[in-house]
Nanobody, 121 residues
């Protein structure tokens, strides 16, 4: 059973930055497309970004220009750099993996446990 573990969440003020990390174990990361999905309280899960096996990236309109997804296959890691954070970015952020198709979507085959990101004064 492949495993994904997120880290890097926390509380930051509006305009601040955070970098989320996703560590993969029990499988080779470069066999999968990897995405970040978030879920705010009382809302459905929302696709944020995806990075393909080849390194192509996609972003939700709400985060374009502020978030950057990247991967380091040698370290079996994926990152989400989040800048210019807004209160509406507050959510639990999940790292997720999928075999086929890399696009902004909340539908994935494998999930991490999530990390809380809170943007507030």
């Amino acid at each position: 059973q492949l495993q994904l573990v997120e880290s890097g969440g926390g509380l930051v003020q509006p305009g601040g930055s955070l970098r989320l990390s996703c560590a993969a174990s029990r499988f080779t990361l470069d066999d999968y497309h990897i995405g970040w999905v978030r879920q705010a309280p009382g809302k459905e899960r929302e696709g944020v970004s995806c990075i393909s096996r080849g390194g192509s990236t996609n972003y939700a309109d709400s985060v374009k220009g502020r978030f950057t997804i990247s991967r380091d296959n040698a370290k079996n890691m994926v990152y989400l750099q989040m800048n210019s954070l807004k209160p509406e970015d507050t959510a639990v952020y999940y790292c997720a993996a999928r075999r086929y198709g890399c696009y902004v979507s909340p539908i994935y085959d494998y999930w991490g446990q999530g990390t809380q990101v809170t943007i507030s004064l």
